[in-house]
């Protein structure tokens, strides 16, 4: 039977006050680590009554997993008591009476008495501390991706720019040199050779602006339901036969905006990623779609989150049951070109998180080794759709223009593909190099003018803003705006600004001549005429 615990002499009732209005919890324990005094903050947080506590081991408020070795440990600190924190440089816990476990702080404080040595235990419950520090470590973490992946960007979308203004010289000069040369001659497989591999970069700069998040081209209602439908009969012989698809499709799904050759991409990736995890002879990967509504907690949750607001998305989920991922892998899976496999095939998850970032989307990732993966993509929905912008515009058989155009453009291979393009229609062209030389010769003679091709990104002055001077000083002269990243975003941000249309680059003969077309029988019907030119415009010398 063991004996009673010691007792100490009654302390004044301003001291007994002071300790049970402590915020801290406060144990007294004598030499043989039996519970003497307790306070109300302890009897809070352990959830046990004072009466339940008095006389039992110091050990009952310890998780049961190291209350054995906390004996020998308190044994070893009672032949030498000094005040001092516990635990340094190691994580404490406390458990409650149902068991449940938190984190604390403890400061152990000697007390010699008449009766032997105490110590008096200061134990903080630092949960919600924890929570905070953790909260900030993932937040931390997810600017520092964030930031990474945005600097990544705006690399891929620099460098996809400069390459769309090189490709538009390789496949505009290809394209006009096979119209030049008789259908069997012997160098057009030559060229063709060159424009399926001009082209295939022009791909590879498409997943870069994708990446980049400035991917966008044809904007238009999409029916993620008959997306999938379309590549999963697409991949039907690219899956292996010990993997089953199965399909599990909101009928009602509505519809949303978005480009639907880029959501066509983000689901082809998925599906085949998720095939290539798969080593197994009962591999399985399931395909779902709905609908939900997320908050700022679920939005939270997401690894890609950017600029997303609560409120209504459509969600596309493909699980697998593949080899998955560690923790390590998962960290990395945006990376542009980041594979596991023993050869990468582009810009895999990292455009498919470009891709989402164009379309203001988001995704979870969510797996585990050995068990599969399951990725969850979420789309805005806001229940308008909204048709393409651009329609194409079929041209007249022995259509003509007639007048000057002002072509600014600081890539060389660019105007030269304009000028050899344009001057066949009857037009005259002055070409400058730059901003400044633009406005001058804007300038000189502004009334003279049926059509400006202005490059968005000049060296010298930005193209917004000389899009601003030609459009206030003639409001109806139309102005296109060419760029090598994306069209989409290019025409959002002259939208409502009076711009003519976007080309993107790299520029093809055939669309830049529909495109002009378009622009100047818009706003200046004259011009399509296949008569004699209006009397305003003269033909004068290319520059």
């Known amino acids: 039977m063991s004996n009673p615990p010691r007792s100490l002499p009654m302390e004044m009732d301003i001291y007994q006050q002071m300790v049970e209005c402590s915020p801290s919890g406060m144990v007294l324990v004598d030499s043989d680590g039996r519970i003497v005094r307790v306070n109300h903050t302890l009897e809070t947080s352990f959830g046990y009554t004072r009466q339940e506590l008095l006389g039992q081991p110091v050990e009952i408020l310890l998780p049961e997993r190291i209350r054995a070795s906390h004996i020998d440990m308190r044994r070893m600190f009672m032949n030498g008591p000094d005040a001092r924190p516990m635990g340094s440089g190691r994580d ?189 002879p009962d591999g399985c990967i399931t395909v779902r779609t709905g609908q939900l509504e997320a908050d700022t907690t679920y939005l939270d949750s997401l690894q890609l989150n950017e600029s997303m607001l609560p409120g209504s998305f459509i969600h596309l989920d493909i699980e697998d049951n593949g080899i998955g991922m560690d923790r390590v892998t998962q960290e990395r899976i945006f990376e542009p070109f980041f594979t596991t496999k023993f050869a990468g095939r582009g810009l895999g998850l990292a455009g498919v998180a470009g891709i989402l970032r164009g379309h203001g989307g988001g995704i979870r990732v969510q797996s585990e080794q050995g068990k599969g993966t399951r990725i969850r993509v979420l789309f805005p929905w806001d229940g308008i759709e909204t048709p393409g912008e651009y329609p194409v515009v079929e041209l007249a058989d022995g259509w003509r223009g007639y007048g000057r155009i002002l072509v600014i453009e600081d890539e060389p291979v660019v105007r030269d593909v304009i000028r050899r393009t344009l001057a066949g229609l009857g037009f005259d062209m002055v070409l400058c190099p730059n901003g400044k030389d633009g406005l001058a010769r804007f300038n000189e003679r502004p009334t003279e003018w049926c059509l400006v091709l202005l490059d968005f990104t000049l060296p010298d002055i930005g193209g917004q803003e000389i899009f601003h001077h030609i459009h206030a000083t003639r409001p109806d002269l139309p102005v296109m705006i060419m760029s090598g990243y994306d069209g989409k975003e290019i025409s959002h941000l002259f939208r409502d600004q009076g711009i003519s249309g976007c080309l993107q680059k790299p520029l093809r003969p055939g669309e830049l001549v529909t495109a002009v077309q378009q622009a100047v029988s818009t706003k200046a019907p004259w011009l399509a005429a296949s008569g004699k030119p209006h009397a305003e415009y003269r033909g004068e010398t290319t520059v």
């Open 92 to 280: 404490l816990f406390g458990a409650r009476k149902d068991g449940s476990e938190f984190p604390v702080e403890v400061g152990l404080n000697p007390m010699p008495g008449p009766d032997g040595m105490f110590i008096l235990a200061v134990i903080v419950d630092i949960s919600q501390r924890k929570a905070m520090e953790s909260e900030h470590a993932r937040l931390q973490t997810k600017l520092q991706q964030a930031q990474r992946m945005e600097s990544l960007g705006v690399m891929a979308g620099g460098v996809a720019h400069d390459f769309n203004n090189l490709l538009t010289g390789v496949i505009g000069n290809t394209d006009l040199a096979m119209m030049s040369l008789a259908p069997h001659s012997p160098v057009c497989s030559n060229l063709k050779e060159i424009q399926r591999s001009a082209l295939k970069a022009a791909d590879l700069c498409r997943q870069m602006l994708a990446y980049s998040g400035k991917g966008r081209f044809i904007i238009e209602p999409v029916d993620l339901n008959h997306v999938i439908e379309d590549v999963t009969h697409q991949l039907r012989t690219s899956l292996p036969r010990s993997v089953t698809l199965r399909r599990y499709l909101h009928h009602r799904l509505p519809r949303f905006t978005a480009d639907p050759n880029q959501i066509e991409q983000v689901v082809s990736n998925l599906i085949l990623n998720a095939a290539e995890a798969i080593t197994g």
